[in-house]
Nanobody, 127 residues
């Protein structure tokens, strides 16, 4: 499986971006897909996840109400719509895939559960 992120860029505070994660090699099925982010000098943190079966979503408190994760089964793609962006959202955003049928929040936030990772896309929010 290969994951390829796109959609990053430079945006002003309060602006919006939409990230996409496209999978090749195998369809998204019986998996969960998540977004993590890593700012310079910091740990890679959980942002959001979606369970492929049922579409259950999970969010970090820091992005709840501003970010929306969604899946497009026909295009084998996961999106992260980011609104009301803040400078503290600046980071490299990574897409990740976990072999799991039923995702839980506890499992979703642990980056060590994920089997595949994309190369990342830079998001920069200027103040």
């Amino acid at each position: 499986v290969q994951l390829v992120e796109s959609g990053g860029g430079l945006v002003q505070t309060g602006g919006s971006l939409r990230l996409s994660c496209a999978a090749s090699g195998r369809a998204f099925r019986n998996y969960a897909v998540a977004w993590f982010r890593q700012a310079p000098g910091k740990e890679r943190d959980f942002v959001a996840a979606v369970s492929w079966i049922g579409g259950t979503t999970f969010y970090a408190d820091s992005v709840k109400g501003r970010f929306t994760i969604s899946r497009d089964s026909a295009k084998n793609t996961v999106h992260l719509q980011m609104n009301s962006l803040k400078p503290e959202d600046t980071a490299i955003y990574y897409c990740a895939l976990d072999y799991v049928t039923t995702m839980t929040f506890t499992r979703a936030i642990d980056r060590y559960n994920y089997d595949y990772w994309g190369q990342g896309t830079q998001v920069t929010v200027s103040s």
